[in-house]
């Protein structure tokens, strides 16, 4: 059975999952195609792309399925105009802006008929957002892998107090592996949830096979938050974060604590695969998966999960008899 919440209604899928836009993970076609081919929402992560690539790949995508899918791009990339250059070009349907304010982006892409969602950090940034004119918002907890919220602030409260301050669908994430997860999330005002971790442990997407081993082995206290105070990027804990932070720690300067955060990327973990000194962006919940699944396959069970989270559910409170 589909699903039918504003969410599913405003970017015409089936379930409500989007599989969140992540750099290099989901810098494909293979990961973005099977998810929306599944009726959840695939989406590119445009961030490391040559813009060229990401042209092929929106293309594979857009001749593999009917279904919508959309491209990530974060705002502050040095490539970001020529990405919304070219998913206007390619008429994709959805556009997920993060990282940087959507206002002045918006009407070319409301022109074209291209829906909006915005990444935002806060209720206040949703409020902002929404008043920009996009047409959802999502809002990710300090949980997530990647870039959680510079002031930290946990999913289950971020995304209560984003439902509280806009009246634009919401989409929640950080920390959501499975069906629990997402109920969890519908139970507080969401209407959607983005799943990015969850999705990274598949085998479509784009990362180096030691990254997604490193992931899975990974226990829920696994990962730990680089960059406290600035721009926060959180990763598995492991020869790169263990110096970094014994630098903090000594109260080492900040050009120093520049000069060990830039030794290591994203890039070195998720394409050489070394990940001792790598940033191996994954998020706490990476400690409740312990099994890749094919991504397609992957959408039917956290629907499923979802099924019997909210069975579980009712049967807490059964209606009374009448007397
Ligand atoms: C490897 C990795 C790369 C990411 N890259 C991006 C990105 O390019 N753009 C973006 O908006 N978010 C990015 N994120 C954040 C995800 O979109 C998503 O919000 C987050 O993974 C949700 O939390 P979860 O990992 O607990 O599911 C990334 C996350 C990971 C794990």
């Given at each position: ?14 379930y409500?999952?989007i599989?969140a ?7 494909n ?10 009726g ?61 304010g959507p ?29 920009a ?15 959680p ?13 984003v ?28 209407e ?21 081993a490193?992931a ?28 970094y ?9 900040e ?11 994203l ?9 001792a ?6 998020g ?7 099994e ?12 499923a999960e ?14 009374a008899?009448?007397?």
């Open positions: 059975m589909p699903f039918k919440t504003r969410v599913t209604a405003l970017l015409g899928i089936r409500p999952i599989q836009g992540m750099s290099w993970a989901s810098s076609a293979e990961l973005a195609l099977a998810v929306s081919r599944a959840g929402l695939g989406v590119i992560g445009a961030g490391p792309m040559h813009p060229d690539d990401l042209r092929a790949a929106i293309r594979t995508v857009k001749a593999g399925t009917g279904n919508p899918y959309a491209v990530n791009v974060p705002l502050y990339n040095k490539r970001a105009a020529s990405f919304l250059d070219i998913a206007l070009e390619e008429q994709v349907p959805i556009l997920i802006g993060s990282q940087g206002k002045q982006h918006l009407a070319r892409f409301k022109d074209a008929g291209i829906k909006w969602v915005h990444v935002t950090a806060s209720p206040v940034h949703a409020k902002k957002a929404e008043e004119g996009v047409d959802a918002v999502i809002a990710v907890g300090v949980e997530a892998g990647g870039h919220p510079p002031d930290e602030v946990g999913t289950l409260v971020v995304v209560r107090a439902c509280k301050a806009v009246t634009i669908p919401v989409i929640a994430g950080g920390g959501v592996a499975d069906g629990a997860g997402i109920a969890a999330m519908f139970c507080l005002g969401a959607g949830v983005q799943l990015g971790t969850r999705f990274l442990l598949t085998p479509e997407s784009n990362l180096h096979p030691a990254y997604k490193a899975l082995e990974s226990d829920i206290a696994g990962t730990t938050l680089v960059g406290r105070g600035k721009l926060p990027i959180r990763v598995l804990k492991n020869d790169f974060t263990g110096e932070d014994a630098a903090e720690r000594s109260g080492r300067s050009g120093e604590l520049k000069a060990i955060y830039e030794t290591s990327s890039k070195l973990a998720a394409f050489d695969g070394d990940v000194r790598g940033k191996v962006e994954v706490q919940c990476a400690g409740l998966i312990d890749l699944v094919p991504a397609g396959e992957l959408v039917g069970r956290l629907v979802f099924d019997r989270a909210v069975a579980r559910l009712a049967a807490l409170r059964p209606v008899e009448p007397a």
